[in-house]
């Protein structure tokens, strides 16, 4: 198992930034990929940002030179730093882990999720 705890969450203005960590707990040495998604009222849980356990990024088009994801391995940590918040960055914001288990030559996936944490960017 592994526990996903997230902070930094807030209220900010627009053009404001804010950090969001997650920290994880229990198997995190199995632990191939983490990320941030975002869920906006009424609408789906949509990925923000991926960083792979080698280091590799991804972005969703809407937070591209805005937002960056980066990893502490030694901390067991994933951060957010969303720079120049805008109103329809508002979101419950999601840390998210994938762990990788071999078991007798088959590979299982399993996906967990931290609590969430609201982020709030007024106009």
């Known amino acids: 198992q592994v526990q996903l705890v997230e902070s930094g969450g807030g209220l900010v203005q627009a053009g404001g930034s804010l950090r969001l960590s997650c920290v994880a707990s229990?198997?995190?040495?199995?632990?191939?990929?983490m990320g941030w998604y975002h869920q906006a009222p009424g609408k789906q849980r949509e990925l923000v940002a991926g960083?792979?356990?080698?280091?590799?990024?991804n972005y969703a088009d809407s937070v591209k030179g805005r937002f960056t994801i980066s990893r502490d391995n030694a901390k067991n940590t994933v951060y957010l730093q969303m720079n120049s918040l805008k109103p329809e960055d508002t979101a419950v914001y999601y840390c998210?882990?994938?762990?990788?288990?071999?078991?007798?030559?088959?590979?299982?996936?399993?996906?967990?999720w931290g609590q969430g944490t609201q982020v709030t960017v007024s106009s």
């Open positions: 998210n882990a994938k762990r990788i288990r071999i078991v007798a030559g088959s590979t299982y996936e399993y996906e967990y």
């Open positions: 960083i792979s356990d080698g280091g590799s990024t």
């Open positions: 229990g198997n995190t040495f199995s632990i191939k990929s």
